[in-house]
């Protein structure tokens, strides 16, 4: 089925139309929320610290809502971080967590909920920290009552905005298209676009002068350029090694069945779980900016958590290749697979049964998972490295992690409306069976 049929079929079958309208509905109210400001906040004393890149990447996944210092301002980022610490905390170093994940629909709903009280706890933190931290930062004019109710109040604030959009994610994951959570962070970028379109028309082409002919050829090449990076995401999204498999007790025609991985299985959650991870100490070295400024541990640490630094770059993606080959093996589990096949008395040719299955399917996962992170990577960082060398507007150094997001989320949405669709058209044959049948 092609894009546009499936365009056009989202928006003819009645079912999958009011999914759509739901969730735009959704990102409507999200896109809303991140234009009020909270309370006893004045938001244009943040004016002078947006050229410094101190929170660029958590601006630009909340589509300016840090800017503006919305009631959204935290946007989806401590909900992302308690889920990496969950995620972490399964893997044996609290028992209990690890037994909730084995027991399925149960378990999974027990460590949403500590998830969520975990969100509760870091959103708090993190906006008395982005409060007292911007507040001394931009020379105390931000938080207009210098008082500890205050910056309490504004807290808490912060916080039950992330919880609402944290409800917004999930109410359009059950009843909308996609991830919600993913399609915030997708709005929030997407939204931005205009933005860094009129920055870099100011920059190349407007204030050009005599250089006029020079920077319309530059242009043409970034346009160019990207063009051919979104190209080729989408081809890497796409691509896939299939593992031969045959049935011992089944017929002949099932002897074509593959086993599928994607050279990139983790798809874009290294990438926004990289990018939680530099944000939250961002914001936690705020509050320290007064305090500490020229002791040897801030100046390492600002470094390290600073996208605009090369040690922080690096460290970026460093977090990306590790963050892919840990959710990658979480969305594959080998030896669940191997499990599996086994039950369904299904083996890979070649490859023993169990324990020799099991870790083939792992070195297989290693092998393409290698390939995906450095993938995931190079694209974060390349437009890094050009807009340190060609002096480009600093939004543009986050071109390649916005890139990846919005590549990988569309495709991701893509596919559910496609299954969406076409469980809509088996219905469509099976229902007159069924009125037949009564």
Excluded: C
Excluded at 15 to 39: D, E, N
Excluded at 98 to 111: C, D, H, N, Y
Excluded at 225 to 247: C, D, H, Q, S
């Amino acid at each position: 089925m092609g894009m546009f049929n499936i365009i056009k079929g989202a928006f003819t079958e009645k079912k999958v139309r009011s999914r759509v309208f739901f969730t735009l509905a959704l990102l409507f109210v999200f896109r809303i929320g991140t234009h009020i400001t909270v309370p006893g906040v004045d938001a244009s004393a943040l004016d002078e610290l947006q050229q410094s890149g101190l929170f660029n990447l958590l601006d630009m996944f909340g589509g300016g809502a840090l800017s503006q210092y919305s009631v959204f301002a935290l946007g989806v980022s401590p909900y992302i971080t308690s889920s990496i610490i969950v995620q972490l905390l399964q893997m044996d170093i609290i028992p209990k967590f690890k037994e909730w994940s084995e027991q399925g629909e149960v378990g999974r709903k027990k460590l949403n909920n500590v998830t969520r009280y975990a969100t509760i706890a870091l959103g708090f933190l993190q906006g008395l920290g982005i409060s007292y931290g911007f507040n001394a930062l931009s020379g105390f004019g931000l938080v207009r009552s210098q008082t500890t109710a205050t910056f309490v109040t504004i807290a808490i604030i912060l916080t039950a905005g992330t919880m609402l959009v944290m409800w917004l994610g999930e109410m359009i994951t059950v009843h909308g298209v996609g991830n919600g959570t993913s399609l915030i962070i997708f709005a929030g970028i997407v939204s931005s676009i205009p933005q860094d379109i009129r920055e870099f028309y100011n920059v190349q082409i407007k204030n050009a002068g005599d250089e006029l002919t020079q920077s319309l050829i530059f242009t043409a090449i970034v346009v160019l350029a990207i063009i051919g990076l979104i190209i080729f995401v989408t081809w890497m999204e796409n691509a896939k090694r299939e593992i031969p498999v045959r049935y011992s007790k089944r017929a002949q025609s099932a002897s074509d069945a593959k086993l599928p991985l994607k050279v990139n299985s983790a798809g874009v959650i290294p990438v926004i779980f990289a990018s939680s991870f530099i944000m939250t100490p961002q914001i936690i070295l705020n509050t320290f900016a007064t305090s500490s400024q020229g002791q040897t541990w801030y100046e390492i640490a600002s470094r390290v958590f600073n996208l605009s630094d090369p040690v922080g770059a690096t460290f970026y993606t460093l977090l990306i290749i590790v963050f892919t080959y840990f959710y990658a093996f979480i969305q594959i589990n080998p030896e669940k697979v191997a499990e599996n096949l086994q039950k369904q008395n299904a083996y890979i040719p070649s490859v023993r049964p169990g324990i020799a299955t099991e870790e083939y399917i792992g070195y297989m996962l290693i092998r393409l998972s290698t390939v995906g992170a450095v993938y995931l990577g190079v694209i974060s960082v390349l437009p890094m490295i050009a807009s340190a060398l060609w002096n480009l507007p600093s939004s543009l150094s986050l071109g390649g992690t916005s890139l990846l997001i919005v590549v990988g989320v569309g495709l991701d949405t893509m596919r559910q409306l496609e299954g969406l669709l076409s469980k809509n058209q088996y219905k469509g044959f099976i229902h007159p069976y069924e009125e037949l049948k009564t």
